[in-house]
């Protein structure tokens, strides 16, 4: 019965389709077909049991979540969080590949909401959270010139973190005041989520963070520093090349995005020009965590520190999948031996449970060099689901009575 209810229903939403092609009104396109709130594409057999089906067939973004034209047709539509790609990969010094890394993660996304999306450690289900989440699908990026590219995807970015959020701005759990907005604007924004690309993305992504919220906190996991001046790290034969997936924060720095002192890597863990790309590190305004370190502070005195260093900030969180180590995610661009494992950055991030983070990014994901069992696409879509539970979890905002 409901099957052939179905069948109904979509011969006569193809058939409109049709129609509308033939009449070549674009504009009638039925572009408001996702409803809110979303309900899972699980598929239910007429008893009522839900299969894997859904699963692993059907078109695939970002957990199964709805698309949409953020960019484009639905530029109004408001939503909490978004996924966002940004298929960049031409600031790349060793592997290239990372243009594929959106595509890469929303393969290995397709599990994340079976039977649900409950966050068995953190007790929170993102997906029924009353945000609206969706995938914006990607920007438009060219891959013939860089610098070009980075200001596709700084403007693509900002036309979504720029608009005012679907919740309003929640109240704080003590007093039931609202709480206020860190925004420049006093107005609650959309946090995205950024699939990268090559790290390079995070400069023009920090742009569009400063225009919303002025100078940031940020927390960075990675094999690598990627403060070096461009004349250190093959940026000398001219300004496009300067900018590049090594230098993206010393730029940053220059330019103001970043808060100097209250920032963070984690799992740093690269060989150096020499122990002066520390001090020029120092200067950017990080302080850091070797990878190493994991065997001295362990798990949860790597996130007390990164706690102590951010404290109530707003934070922007960049991670590099290069943090875990190669043997559980071999898909890089400059993969480097002795990091992470794909359950203790998974833990690390779920420490960050409490922190005002105001959007974030995973990057260098390079779905060519990936085992055929997709090692690294499930551990960058898995490490998303911790950053999206955790925002889920931590409504953006200060407390008045509690303001720094
Ligand atoms: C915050 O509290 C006010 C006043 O009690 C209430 O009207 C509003 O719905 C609450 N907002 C949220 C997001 O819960
Ligand atoms: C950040 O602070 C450090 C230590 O106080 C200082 O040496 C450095 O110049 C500062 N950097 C910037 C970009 O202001
Ligand atoms: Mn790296």
Redesign the pocket.
């Known amino acids: 019965m409901r099957f052939s209810t179905s069948f109904v229903v979509l011969t006569a939403i193809t058939s409109g389709l049709a129609l509308e092609y033939h009449h070549d009104h674009a504009e009638e396109m039925p572009f408001d077909y996702v409803k809110f709130p979303y309900e899972q594409p699980l598929y239910r057999t007429s008893t009522g049991e839900v299969t894997a089906n859904a699963i692993f067939s059907g078109i695939t973004t970002f957990a199964k979540l709805p698309w949409v034209q953020c960019l484009t047709r639905q530029q109004d539509v408001p939503i909490d969080i978004a996924f966002l790609g940004a298929p960049f990969d031409t600031g790349t010094s060793y592997r290239p590949g990372a243009r594929f890394g959106p595509s890469g993660i929303r393969a290995g996304s397709r599990r994340l909401n079976l039977y649900g999306g409950y966050n068995v450690p953190l007790e929170a289900n993102p997906f029924t959270s009353g945000h609206r989440i969706v995938d914006c699908g990607d920007i438009p990026v060219s891959p013939y010139d860089s610098a070009y590219a980075v200001k596709q995807i700084e403007t693509g970015h900002k036309s979504i973190l720029q608009r005012a959020a679907f919740l309003p701005m929640a109240n704080d759990s003590e007093t039931e005041e609202a709480l206020e907005s860190f925004a420049l604007d006093g107005k609650n924004h959309p946090r995205i989520i950024t699939l990268g690309g090559d790290h390079t993305i995070t400069l023009p992504l920090l742009r569009s963070i400063n225009s919303v919220y002025g100078p940031i906190s940020v927390i960075h996991f990675d094999s690598h520093l990627d403060t070096w001046k461009p004349k250190v790290f093959g940026g000398a034969p001219s300004d496009t090349a300067a900018v590049n997936h090594g230098t993206y924060f010393w730029h940053a ?1 220059q330019e103001g995005l970043i808060k ?2 209250s920032s963070i890597h984690g799992a740093i863990r690269t060989t150096l020009s020499g122990l002066e790309d520390y001090e020029v590190d ?4 990080f302080q850091r965590i070797e990878a190493r370190e994991i065997d001295t502070l362990g798990v949860d005195g790597i996130i007390k520190k990164i706690h102590e260093t951010v404290g109530t900030r707003p934070v922007y969180l960049s991670i590099d999948i290069d943090s875990i180590d190669p043997a559980f995610a071999p898909a890089t661009g400059t993969p480097e031996t002795g990091g992470w494992t794909t359950r203790e950055l998974r833990a690390i991030l779920r420490g960050l449970d409490g922190l005002q983070i105001v959007s974030a990014d995973l990057v260098e994901v390079a779905p060519a060099y990936d085992t055929n069992a997709e090692l690294t696409t499930m551990a960058a879509a898995d490490v998303l689901f911790e950053v999206l539970t955790v925002m889920t979890k931590n409504p953006l905002g200060k407390a008045k009575a509690r303001m720094n």
């Open positions: 720095s100097n002192g120092d200067e950017v305004g």
